[in-house]
């Protein structure tokens, strides 16, 4: 069971870059590494996920290295929209059923 | 394509009553899950059904909650008698998740979640 670590929170002003690390250092090999978005009031929402190197999509990119003991998640050009929690998640498998674990997330607030 | 739908969105209880959540997952999805979130932390797995079968209950507060699936598709959760600690979020999830060797990789689309308050 991967447990992930990530700061409690973190302040940005709008359009800079938020790089989120997640420390998750006892992985297994065939886990799957996944962020998800969560805004107040709202169930969480997929933003992304990868095995290893680098994986991009139009709202974000995820970065892990060889060892895949952490990840960064990166958001460009933040705006106020983007101020929510954000959770690292191992996903692993589980006599062939998918286990995801949810830790506390980090809390982004985005300053104008 | 419709999302996962929940009701109801708020319900305020006594503690001792009892209250009931259901939760329709997306069209097709086989697996289902049932997350509670207590204010200022992380979605906690209740259960999590693959079809109408459990496949994890191991946080699931048995004396006081059950859920089932009866038909492989809506879902219910219930809560009798409630506890104050009971206060939280009550998360519905499903996923297309392939069963076997990639099971791992597959998304969790959430509900807007029925929030319980407990006096």
């Known amino acids: 069971l991967a447990k992930t670590t990530q700061p409690i929170s973190m302040d940005s002003y709008e359009g800079q870059e938020v790089n989120i690390t997640c420390s998750h250092n006892?992985?297994?090999?065939?886990?799957?590494i996944t962020w998800y978005q969560q805004f107040p009031s709202q169930g969480p929402r997929f933003i992304i996920q990868?095995?290893?190197t680098k994986v991009k999509n139009e709202v974000a990119s995820l970065f892990i290295p060889a060892d895949r003991k952490s990840s960064t998640l990166s958001l460009p050009r933040v705006s106020l929209s983007d101020t929510a929690v954000y959770y690292c998640?191992?996903?692993?498998?589980?006599?062939?059923?998918?286990?995801?674990?949810f830790g506390t997330g980090t809390k982004l607030q985005v300053i104008p | 394509e419709a999302g996962v739908a929940q009701s109801p969105r708020y319900k305020i209880i006594e503690k001792r009553q009892s209250v009931a959540f259901w939760c329709n997952p997306i069209?097709?999805?086989?697996?289902l899950y049932w997350y509670q979130q207590i204010l200022g932390q992380g979605p906690k797995l209740l259960i999590q059904?693959?079809?109408?079968?459990?496949?994890?209950d191991s946080q699931l507060p048995k004396d006081r909650f059950s859920a089932e699936r009866l038909k492989g598709v809506d879902s219910t959760l219930k809560i009798q008698p409630a506890k104050l600690e009971d206060s939280a979020v009550y998360l519905c999830?499903?996923?297309?998740?392939?069963?076997?060797?990639?099971?791992?990789?597959?998304?969790?689309?959430f509900g807007e979640g029925s929030r319980l308050t407990v006096l």
């Open positions: 999830a499903s996923s297309l998740n392939p069963h076997g060797e990639h099971a791992n990789t597959g998304e969790l689309f």
């Open positions: 006892n992985i297994a090999t065939n886990d799957y």
């Open positions: 990868g095995y290893k």
């Open positions: 998640l191992v996903g692993w498998n589980s006599g062939g059923y998918q286990k995801v674990t």
């Open positions: 069209s097709g999805h086989a697996t």
């Open positions: 059904f693959q079809n109408n079968g459990v496949v994890d």
